[in-house]
């Protein structure tokens, strides 16, 4: 089993940055066998897809939406991953979610089917 803790959410104005953490724990756990992923879902939309990063090579594709603003990372030995987002716009808000899952290949890192276990979701909200 796999617990996901997001945090660093809150309100930000537009232009403003905000750094999400997703902190991964369980049995066996580690990001060079799982991939991470944020999702995002804003009030009366269907939830999308933000960024992943893969389990071994690193690539990690990013939403066109949010392409030069935001970045996805991760540090393995801290069991981690960070979504960086930097130029927030209204448009930005929603609720952000952490996933993960263990073996995902490249052509399915985009895809919420894919991911087994998700985080609880943190609050972002944009505006002036």
């Known amino acids: 089993q796999v617990q996901l803790v997001e945090s660093g959410g809150g309100l930000v104005q537009p232009g403003g940055s905000l750094r999400l953490s997703c902190q991964a724990s369980g049995s066996g756990f580690t990001l060079t066998r799982y991939a991470m992923a944020w999702f995002r879902q804003a009030p009366g939309k269907e939830r999308e897809f933000v960024a992943a990063i893969s389990q071994r090579t690193g690539s990690s594709p990013i939403a066109d939406s949010v392409k030069g603003r935001f970045a996805i990372s991760k540090d393995n030995a801290k069991k981690t991953a960070i979504l960086q987002m930097n130029n927030l716009k209204p448009e930005d808000t929603a609720v952000y979610y952490c996933?993960?899952?263990?073996?995902?290949?490249?052509?399915?890192?985009?895809?919420?089917?894919?991911?087994?276990?998700w985080g609880q979701g943190t609050q972002v909200t944009v505006s002036s």
């Open positions: 996933a993960t899952a263990e073996g995902i290949i490249m052509s399915q890192l985009r895809s919420q089917s894919g991911y087994r276990y």
